[in-house]
């Protein structure tokens, strides 16, 4: 039995849907009703109900398990607790494996949710068991929390379009830890980078304007813009009425819905306070450094095909939509 945290998740997903079609019994960690019902769907075997922070889920959870991929959410901040506690429960069960999610560069200082995983990184690799961790850069499909502006040309961000972004596709990042689970030999002990390419936002608008067949323009929000939304009117605005007029206002229904469901995006709203101004942070040090790609030899050693490069990215997701160009 594998356990599964965070299963409802962008990672989580593809990844217990993977595992069961390698012939694994998965357990999915979810925190309500609703997903679980998305981890059924997904074919998982059984389903734990509960809360990472809460002492007491994640050791039933663990109980009669033999591995654990482990990722924390973003709205987790303070990570160590979970950590030690993890810990602690992987030594009674005897696991034959942890997988950690951890972050691309989590040593940079500015960065408290990076910082956080490279702490849990330190507590895994000297507790002795048998560890690996993935550091995944910024995933590919981030950039979908805006996808109804797309209609209308607009790529918008909260962060500079010159910022140079590593990147990497979430279903890579599962398949890569699905082969690591299912194959461990040679990874235990390892931490491997998961990046495919470094790019600006305005060379995904590029890609983005082929696959779509029409201009798209990357737009950068001020990331304060993510709880201040009236700081983003005077640029995304003036954005905005040159889309409306350029396509005649046809492009009006993708902004009214962009307008309604990117403030929300991952439910952003409900977080707490403290999740999401460390969120804004993570936004202003990438909108001012961007955040490089790791060593991009590594997905190589863990994803067993070619990785999936940001065109055939935004090419999956046009024609799911229904809205690749020809």
């Known amino acids: ?47 734990a109900i509960g809360d990472l922070r809460q002492p007491g889920d994640l050791e039933a959870a663990l109980r009669g398990a033999r591995k654990i991929y482990h990722a924390a959410p973003t709205q987790l901040i303070d990570e160590l607790p979970v950590a030690k506690r993890l810990i602690t429960a992987a030594r009674a069960e005897q696991l034959d494996h942890i997988v950690f999610h951890s972050v691309i560069h ?13 702490l849990v ?37 909260p962060t500079s379009p010159e910022s140079r972004m590593g990147v990497v596709d979430s279903d890579d990042i599962a398949e890569a830890a699905a082969n690591v689970l299912t194959n461990p030999e040679g990874h235990i002990g390892k931490t491997y980078d ?64 962009g307008v309604r469901s990117a403030p929300n995006a991952r439910g952003f709203r409900s977080w707490p306070s403290d999740a999401q101004e460390t969120y ?5 040090y990438y909108d001012v450094h961007g955040l490089p790609a790791g060593n991009l030899d590594d997905l190589a050693k863990v994803l067993p095909r070619p990785a999936t490069d940001y065109e055939q990215f935004a090419r999956r997701i046009a024609t799911a939509h229904g809205v690749a160009a020809s």
């Open 280 to 284: 804004v942070q993570m936004m202003k």
């Open 1 to 47: 039995m594998i356990l599964v945290t965070s299963a409802a998740g962008g990672v989580g997903r593809p990844l217990v849907r993977k595992l069961v079609a390698n012939g694994l019994a998965v357990r999915a960690f979810v925190k309500n009703e609703e997903q679980a019902r998305r981890a059924k769907a997904d074919g998982a075997t059984e389903i």
């Open 106 to 118: 989590p040593d940079i200082a500015e960065l408290p949710h990076h910082r956080q995983k490279l």
């Open 194 to 257: 998961l990046s495919t390419v470094e790019l600006t936002r305005h060379d995904m608008a590029r890609i983005w304007s082929r696959v779509l067949g029409h201009p798209m323009t990357a737009i950068r929000l001020p990331p304060q813009a993510l709880t201040q939304p009236l700081s983003a009117v005077g640029t995304f605005g003036a954005a905005i009425v040159r889309s409306l007029i350029s396509t005649r206002l046809r492009s009006l229904p993708n902004i009214i819905r």
């Open 121 to 157: 990184e330190g507590l895994l690799k000297e507790s002795g068991l048998p560890v690996t961790i993935l550091r995944p850069s910024h995933y590919m499909q981030n950039v979908l929390d805006f996808w109804d502006f797309f209609g209308a040309g607009l790529l918008p961000y």
